[in-house]
């Protein structure tokens, strides 16, 4: 079993939608979670970055992270064409520095 | 403020082959890390490390991979007699202060085996 899931998709939605971005993990060790966005043939852009539970919101964008059931979100509001990307999850633990485990990534289109 | 340099950004090798990737680190950030991305697979930790040490290595092949951050230079990520398995994007990371969110990546290097 994967440490942490993630649906690869792809996930088609029109512009104006509200996205729905979501990872299962197994770990309960993991205290810190983040979101990237890579666009094709570029490197993964930190988008979020949340310690332990709760949320965190950022302009269009917001981050869920619910430790008891093991389950983080990203929301992204009034999607827009250059929001289209491959959008991953990463997950840190204390005892493991700052190495990072990664979801699969979920791609996303929005269409115009 | 250059961001983190990688190259080559595509580089080509025959079986039996060595590929060096090279990373230049963000001006001020002293910890690299390097991960591997296979198609269709999200990005595997390979080695973390600082100037002249390896702190974590974990995710490496025993065999026919190795890295090095010198004191001067770029960090190396070497790869022995390569295979067609090693055919992946190698990216590379860096962060000031070793903490988990303050990573910028590279633009990787797609490395091709054939």
């Known amino acids: 079993q994967k440490e942490v899931e993630q649906d690869p998709g792809p996930l088609s939605v029109p512009e104006g939608a509200i996205v729905s971005l979501n990872c299962t993990y197994s770990?309960?060790?993991?205290?810190?979670f983040m979101w990237y966005r890579q666009y094709s043939r570029k490197g993964p852009e930190l988008l979020m970055y949340?310690?332990?539970?709760g949320n965190k919101e950022d302009g269009r964008f917001t981050a869920q992270v619910d430790k008891s059931s093991k389950y983080i979100s990203l929301f992204i509001r009034d999607s827009q064409p250059s929001d289209s990307a491959t959008y991953l999850c990463?997950?840190?633990?204390?005892?493991?520095?700052?190495?990072?485990?990664f979801g699969e990534g979920t791609q996303l289109t929005v269409n115009p | 403020n250059a961001g983190v340099m990688q190259n080559p950004r595509h580089l080509v090798r025959r079986r039996g082959q060595e590929a060096r990737l090279r990373c230049s680190p963000m001006?001020?950030?002293?910890?690299v890390y390097w991960y591997r991305q296979l198609p269709e697979e999200g990005l595997k930790f390979m080695v973390y490390?600082?100037?002249?040490?390896?702190?974590?290595e974990s995710g490496m092949p025993k065999e026919r991979f190795s890295a090095e951050f010198p004191k001067e230079g770029p960090s190396i990520l070497r790869i022995q007699q390569v295979v067609r398995g090693d055919s992946a994007a190698y990216f590379c990371?860096?962060?000031?202060?070793?903490?988990?969110?303050?990573?910028?990546f590279g633009s990787g290097t797609r490395l091709t085996v054939v």
């Open positions: 990371a860096s962060s000031p202060m070793g903490e988990p969110g303050g990573y910028t």
């Open positions: 770990n309960s060790a993991f205290q810190y």
């Open positions: 949340t310690y332990s539970s």
């Open positions: 990463a997950m840190s633990a204390l005892y493991s520095g700052s190495r990072l485990t």
């Open positions: 001006k001020g950030h002293s910890h």
């Open positions: 490390l600082q100037k002249e040490n390896i702190i974590d």
